[in-house]
């Protein structure tokens, strides 16, 4: 059998499980949109390296 008091802090922790799944859900969310974005630049400054590297190549 439940301790009452274990059962009445079960009763909450239930209760505000979907927000902390939500808020979870949030972060994750915004941390592979903040990778994602971050990855893109990378990939973008590297082929606009690669481009100068090559300009700068023929002037020699």
Same mark, same amino acid.
């Given at each position: 059998?439940?301790?009452?008091?274990?059962?009445? $802090?079960?009763?909450? %922790?239930?209760?505000?499980?979907?927000?902390?799944?939500?808020?979870?859900?949030? /972060?994750? &969310?915004? $941390?592979?949109?903040? %990778?994602?974005?971050?990855?893109?630049?990378?990939?973008?400054?590297?082929?606009? /390296?690669? &481009?100068?590297?090559?300009?700068?190549?023929?002037?020699?």
């Amino acid at each position: 059998m439940i301790d009452p008091t274990n059962t009445e $802090l079960y009763d909450l %922790v239930l209760q505000d499980a979907p927000f902390v799944i939500a808020a979870y859900g949030i /972060l994750w &969310l915004g $941390l592979c949109a903040y %990778v994602t974005f971050m990855l893109t630049r990378m990939l973008k400054m590297g082929k606009e /390296l690669t &481009l100068l590297e090559d300009a700068v190549d023929k002037l020699k």
